[in-house]
């Protein structure tokens, strides 16, 4: 089965610190995944995708396959990062429904 | 606002009633999606077209959902005999096959409540 975990649903840190919100997908093939992020009162969006392998926002995450991980960090949050943030994973071949996780809601306090 | 819009934004029904929402997806965009997302979860997917075509359905719509796209734009998503647990945001997205950039894009959702 295809299934995206996200084991904290919260995670709260000060300005300037370190940041990796954790996310662990099962899937038996090769899957896309991406970072979605939704802002206060606002749409969700796309953050980034292991694919393209770029930093937005000073975000990155890196596809481990072997760990079937997908971490995203950054190594200096900002308070216009609190937003809740979504781990997805797309199958290929499936119609290109995506698979959320739980999602974590990132708190920067200053 | 040229993106994927969702009307209405909030609706309250009374148990047992029909609602029915709508979505206009990015115009050019020949797929579109129906996602379910209730409080503390991530977006569950629902169904979704190509064009006109229906191609799959979650075995979390029950008979009593139904969603049609009959030219290929707009899509409207109906709950009959609604029930409170189908108290929820219904969220849509839209995205293109061609062009190379399959990117999801996704409404504001409409914020159902069945009391």
């Known amino acids: 089965a295809q299934r995206v975990t996200q084991p904290e649903k919260l995670l709260s840190v000060f300005k300037g610190a370190p940041v990796e919100l954790k996310c662990n997908y099962s899937?038996?093939?090769?899957?896309?995944l991406f970072w979605y992020v939704q802002y206060s009162r606002q749409r969700l969006q796309l953050l980034l995708r292991?694919?393209s392998r770029e930093s937005i926002k000073g975000f990155t995450a890196d596809l481990n396959k072997g760990e079937t991980s997908f971490h995203l960090k950054k190594p200096f949050a900002q308070e216009e990062d609190s937003a809740m943030y979504y781990c997805?994973?797309?199958?290929?071949?499936?119609?290109?429904?995506?698979?959320f996780g739980q999602g974590t809601e990132l708190s920067v306090k200053p | 606002d040229t993106g994927v819009s969702q009307n209405p934004r909030h609706k309250i029904t009374k148990r047992g009633q029909n609602v029915t929402f709508r979505c206009d997806p990015i115009?050019?965009?020949?797929?579109l999606y129906w996602y379910r997302q209730t409080l503390g979860q991530g977006p569950e997917f629902l169904t979704y077209?190509?064009?006109?075509?229906?191609?799959?359905k979650s075995r979390l719509l029950s008979d009593r959902f139904s969603a049609e796209r009959p030219k290929g734009s707009f899509s409207t998503l109906e709950i009959q005999r609604t029930e409170q647990g189908d108290s929820a945001m219904y969220l849509c997205?839209?995205?293109?096959?061609?062009?190379?950039?399959?990117?999801?894009?996704f409404g504001q959702g409409t914020r159902l409540t069945v009391v």
């Open positions: 292991h694919i």
């Open positions: 997205a839209s995205s293109s096959t061609t062009g190379g950039d399959t990117e999801a894009f």
């Open positions: 115009s050019e965009h020949n797929r």
């Open positions: 077209f190509q064009n006109e075509a229906q191609l799959e």
């Open positions: 997805a994973l797309r199958a290929i071949g499936q119609g290109g429904k995506l698979i």
């Open positions: 899937y038996s093939g090769s899957p896309e």
